[in-house]
């Protein structure tokens, strides 16, 4: 297990459901990411925040919202979600912006 | 042409020999490289980082940079049917603002 944690690890939603990942990195980082990955597809890279401040949105659809309300928390909020966005969600943290990222264990989400 | 390109495989390995995996990328100014390995269902984790041209040894594992061909590679050396996964090459360059750029995965499967 490492220093980063993803809850939930597995979420079925409806595409009319509100629902939120949540992610807790323990290893004192600055900077934490969402990436979504989905079957056949290299990892894509969502949202970046770092000191708390969201440096990158990679064009993600209003429907994903990000929240990150101090260095150790990241939460990806999710509404009126797609079938198409059934993937494995991936947090990640590293000292800065700039370093080598270290993954949690991802959400696997299915959206019906 | 895709930022960085790899074999999607399977790469198939006899137990005990050299897995090979290539790595190239289009960012002619990237400066940090990047092997992660991904078992089936797990979350990517980081095996090694690259920045200088040359060799790069971590016990089994060598990683090689050439800068100048925009080729990196993983050696797995006496292979195991343990190190069977998907293996993530990673680039950091200035043409995505310096955030990592990952490549779609090279699967092995190391046979007993």
């Known amino acids: 297990e490492t220093g980063v944690t993803q809850t939930p690890r597995h979420l079925v939603m409806g595409m009319t459901n509100k629902k939120s990942l949540k992610c807790e990195q323990h290893l004192g980082h600055n900077a934490m990411y969402w990436y979504k990955q989905s079957a056949k597809k290299p990892l894509e890279l969502m949202f970046v925040y770092s000191l708390e401040e969201r440096v990158e949105n990679n064009s993600v659809p209003s429907r994903f919202s990000p929240e990150c309300p101090n260095s150790s928390h990241l939460f990806l909020h999710l509404h009126t979600l797609q079938p198409e966005d059934s993937a494995l969600y991936l947090c990640a943290s590293s000292p800065s912006s700039a370093d080598t990222q270290y993954f949690g264990p991802g959400t696997r989400l299915t959206v019906l | 042409q895709k930022e960085v390109e790899q074999n999607s495989g399977p790469l198939s390995v006899p137990e005990g020999a050299i897995a090979s995996l290539n790595c190239t990328y289009s960012?002619?100014?990237?400066?940090?490289f990047f092997w992660y390995r991904q078992y089936s269902g797990k979350s990517p984790e980081l095996i090694m980082s690259i920045y200088s041209n040359g060799d790069k040894e971590d016990g089994r594992f060598t990683a090689q940079l050439n800068k100048a061909s925009q080729y990196v590679s993983l050696l797995i050396r006496d292979s195991q049917p343990s190190d069977s996964a998907t293996y993530l090459c990673?680039?950091?360059?200035?043409?995505?603002?310096?955030?990592?750029?990952f490549g779609g995965g090279t699967r092995v499967l190391v046979k007993p």
């Open positions: 960012d002619r100014g990237s400066q940090s």
């Open positions: 990673a680039v950091r360059g200035p043409a995505a603002g310096n955030k990592l750029t």
